[in-house]
C-alpha cells in the first residue's frame, strides 16, 4: 500500500504495483468491496464527499470513484505533469510541475487553471478554517 485516504465510510488505499483501490473497512480491518482497477499510474488520492478522487500524475487523467457505487464513475484530463492533489471547498486542485493549479468541479468534472505561482508547485492542500488553497513551490 502506498497511498491512503480516510472518509466516513471506509480507509481507501492504493496498491501501486497492481493499479488498484482498496476500500477497508476501519473497524475490521478486512476490505469491503471489489478493487477498484485502473491502468496507468495512481499518484495521489482525496476523498470529498461521496468520492475518492486519483490522479496520474504522468497522464494528467484524474479519476472520480463513487462511494456508494464502489466503482468509477467518471475522469477528466488536466494537464499533465501533475504534482498533488487536494480536495474541499467543494473543488478537487491539482498543482502542476509547471506552476499552474487546476480546479475541477466534482458534479460537471470541467477542469480550468485558477492560478499560475512562479516556479513549481510540488504540493497542495485545502485550509477550510480560512477557505484557501496553500501551494508549496520550489524555484528554480
Known amino acids: 500500500i ?15 504495483f497492481a493499479g488498484d483501490v482498496l476500500r477497508i473497512d476501519p473497524v475490521s480491518l478486512q476490505v469491503v468491496a471489489d478493487p477498484i482497477r485502473f491502468t496507468g499510474s495512481i499518484d495521489a488520492i482525496a476523498v470529498m464527499g461521496d468520492h475518492v478522487w486519483v490522479l496520474d500524475f504522468g497522464t494528467g487523467l484524474l479519476s472520480r470513484i463513487s462511494i456508494l457505487a464502489d466503482r468509477s464513475l467518471g475522469q477528466v484530463s488536466v494537464p499533465g505533469r501533475a504534482t498533488s492533489l487536494a480536495a474541499g471547498l467543494g473543488a478537487i486542485w491539482v ?13 460537471t468534472l470541467t477542469a480550468s487553471p485558477v492560478a499560475r505561482i512562479e516556479g513549481s508547485a510540488r504540493a497542495i492542500t485545502v485550509d477550510r478554517a480560512r477557505k484557501t488553497i496553500w501551494v508549496d513551490m520550489r524555484s528554480d
Open 2 to 16: 502506498e497511498l491512503i485516504a480516510a472518509s466516513a465510510d471506509g480507509v481507501w488505499v492504493v496498491d501501486q
Open 95 to 107: 498543482a502542476h510541475e509547471d506552476g499552474t493549479v487546476t480546479k475541477v468541479d466534482p458534479a
